[in-house]
């Protein structure tokens, strides 16, 4: 072997392959060999299952809050009197709609009455909170009028009301049935406030998917509601839609010209950034344990590439005098520790993408086995386990677990090519 040769020649690669299928009474370290693929292995499925598993909560997340609330709300302080009073009722908002509505980018400007009433039905009572919303507006809230989760007929809104599913299940509600909303602030007499009862048919039961809205949202068409909370010819807010909620910060200041006097606006950002942050935070500080972890298995390779290379010192003693170039047996000892990362972040993907593509029968089984109720909705919020598979959480993993493969190989293969062939052989 005087010549010159390319780099990872093929007898590189064959040299490299005796070794890892080398069994131990050879010389090799099979055990350490499977023991580091394993390891990597395990480490890149639990880093792509946790980044599949934290995506599929934020966009569980958004995707409820944008498609059961407003992307943008606005609210108006009004002055009534000449004594500096103010009410935060909006009386001209059909004049004020059609403004926002004529900013770009507005898609739906809705009128809208809110209060918080009692429910009863059969005994059973439960805290609601009202949205007096018109039936063309509502038609178009997308986890709302949703008729592959909701139950009975929107086209009767008019007639009466939709319910939560959450309200519904906790109250024994069926789509027919009457229920009773109570109102502490209701009919105004000489002998002061009284409460309001009314009684309402349930024409649909929605589920938003969010369990904190289903649990507690009622809708009425809008003229019922502002008769029953007082507010005959104001609203209590805009929910205005817009076509690109990711950018909806860059139209406040259009919809500030076009709200008027007193108009002051509430984003979805705003009622939900603290938890997205939050969120955002929790996937870096997870990346980083999982990256130990991964880093952890990585030095696996360099546990079992340092045995391998102290069996091999009179091989490698007679490659070198053989004419076999330093470059040439830190190439054979770092294509060994190479494959193992290589093999061990393939069947780690391959592992991750599984569990992503069926966390459902997978959490289904873990739900039996443990007798139920391992989830639970009233404190995570959504009914069930989410994950989203994205291509570059995977190539994120996959780059870090090479990465970390390739750079601890490297020790022990250039202290395998730095052996002295002399000092190999001395004792052989």
Not at 130 to 156: E, F, H, K, W, Y
Not at 281 to 290: A, G, K, Q, R, S
Not at 414 to 428: D, G, K, Q, S
Request: with cysteine; hydrophobic share 50%.
């Amino acid at each position: 072997m005087t010549g010159r040769t390319p780099p990872f020649a093929g007898f590189e690669w064959m040299i490299a392959w005796r070794y890892l299928r080398a069994r131990r009474a050879e010389g090799g370290v099979s055990v350490m060999t499977w023991i580091s693929l394993i390891g990597i292995a395990l480490a890149v499925f639990a880093l792509i299952a946790t980044l599949a598993v934290r995506s599929g909560f934020r966009t569980e997340f958004v995707d409820t809050i944008l498609g059961a609330n407003a992307h943008v709300t606005l609210y108006a302080t009004t002055p009534i009197g000449e004594t500096g009073q103010t009410t935060r009722l909006i009386a001209n908002y059909e004049e004020r709609a059609a403004a926002v509505t004529a900013v770009p980018g507005v898609t739906r400007v809705a009128p809208m009455v809110r209060g918080q009433v009692m429910v009863a039905h059969e005994g059973r009572n439960a805290g609601a909170e009202v949205m007096g919303l018109a039936a063309a507006d509502l038609a178009t809230i997308p986890r709302i009028a949703d008729p592959a989760t909701g139950q009975g007929d929107m086209a009767r809104f008019d007639e009466g009301i939709a319910i939560g599913s959450g309200i519904a299940r906790e109250l024994g509600i069926a789509v027919g049935d009457r229920i009773r909303l109570i109102s502490p602030d209701g009919v105004r007499t000489a002998f002061g406030t009284s409460p309001r009862v009314n009684a309402y048919e349930v024409v649909y039961i929605f589920s938003a998917g969010r369990y904190d809205i289903d649990r507690t949202r009622i809708y009425m068409p809008l003229a019922p509601a502002q008769e029953y909370f007082n507010r005959e010819g104001y609203v209590d807010e805009l929910e205005i839609m817009v076509e690109t909620p990711e950018a909806v910060d860059q139209m406040i200041p259009a919809l500030m010209q076009a709200g008027g006097e007193g108009a002051y606006f509430w984003t979805w950002r705003d009622s939900a950034g603290g938890f997205l942050r939050a969120l955002e935070v929790e996937d870096n500080v997870m990346f980083v344990i999982l990256s130990i972890l991964v880093l952890i298995a990585a030095m696996n390779i360099v546990s079992g590439l340092i045995m391998l290379v102290k069996n091999k010192g009179r091989d490698i003693g007679i490659l070198r005098t053989m004419g076999l170039t330093e470059g040439s047996v830190l190439r054979v000892f770092f294509i060994c520790g190479a494959s193992v990362g290589i093999l061990g972040t393939l069947l780690g993907v391959i592992l991750g993408c599984l569990f992503a593509i069926y966390i459902e029968p997978i959490f289904g089984f873990v739900n039996y086995a443990m007798g139920g109720g391992v989830w639970d909705p009233a404190i995570r919020g959504i009914y069930a386990l989410p994950a989203e598979l994205r291509a570059e959480d995977v190539l994120r993993a996959v780059a870090l677990s090479l990465g970390l493969s390739f750079i601890v190989t490297i020790f022990p293969a250039r202290r395998a090519a730095r052996m002295n062939p002399v000092e190999a052989l001395r004792y052989e």
